[in-house]
């Protein structure tokens, strides 16, 4: 069963334009939501996380979107550069514990110069 | 300095043998893991080690065990290789009670 889906599988934008990728989940334990960043080649690496106590978090071009009662949350990349061309993964999980984060399919983001 | 280093990057192998991947991490965490990237790039956990704990996932064939010498190296060890068994593995270290998860870079497993 998949704790955290994930869309689009792949996604083009043009060099400037709005990248959005959004993600869903069941369990209401999890209160820990990160977005990793894969180059071809790389392991993951964090690009940036939210808590549920807040609906939105801003990193330079990358801002999380947070709905709690919807279960979804989303990564907007704003003017899109081509060296965001990656693959980008939303994670869920529980920060006590085990921390076992459970990751969504990954979308593939290709931005055209 | 490599936070979490994976040793080796590729690994081609037969078949049938057994083999290992070996995974440090220099960052003083708790806790290891091991995903499985598929072909089609879906991140899935096997494992994860916390304070000598071993949580086993239990979908993960019994053919793979992850060792723990100590709490910086969590190896992985596969036998009777299968096709299917072909895929990136990651290993990946987290401090106790903070989910930012460091990767290593992988290791890309080719049984033929």
């Known amino acids: 069963q998949q704790q955290v889906k994930q869309s689009p599988q792949s996604l083009i934008v043009q060099k400037g334009g709005i990248s959005i990728i959004n993600c869903a989940y069941e369990?209401?334990?999890?209160?820990?939501f990160p977005w990793y960043q894969q180059f071809p080649g790389k392991g993951p690496a964090l690009l940036i996380a939210?808590?549920?106590?807040?609906s939105e978090k801003k990193e330079g071009r990358f801002t999380i979107s947070f709905n709690k009662s919807a279960k979804q949350f989303s990564l907007h990349i704003m003017d899109s550069q081509p060296g965001d061309s990656a693959t980008y993964f939303c994670?869920?999980?529980?920060?006590?514990?085990?921390?076992?984060?459970?990751f969504g399919t990954g979308t593939r983001l290709t931005v055209i110069p | 300095d490599t936070a979490v280093s994976q040793t080796p990057k590729y690994l081609v192998t037969q078949m049938g043998n057994d083999k290992s991947i070996k995974c440090e991490q220099n960052?003083?965490?708790?806790?290891m893991y091991w995903y499985k990237q598929d072909s089609k790039k879906f991140l899935k956990i096997m494992f994860s080690?916390?304070?000598?704990?071993?949580?086993i996932n239990e979908t993960v064939p019994n053919r793979f065990s992850p060792k723990s010498p100590d709490k910086a190296h969590l190896n992985l060890h596969i036998n009777s290789l299968e096709l299917g068994d072909s895929a990136v593995y990651f290993c990946?270290?987290?401090?106790?009670?903070?989910?930012?998860?460091?990767f290593g870079q992988g290791t890309r497993l080719t049984v033929v």
């Open positions: 990946a270290s987290t401090l106790a009670k903070n989910t930012e998860a460091f």
């Open positions: 369990n209401t334990a999890f209160d820990y």
């Open positions: 939210i808590r549920p106590d807040v």
């Open positions: 994670a869920a999980g529980v920060r006590t514990g085990a921390n076992n984060l459970f």
């Open positions: 960052l003083g965490h708790d806790t």
């Open positions: 080690y916390n304070n000598k704990e071993l949580i």
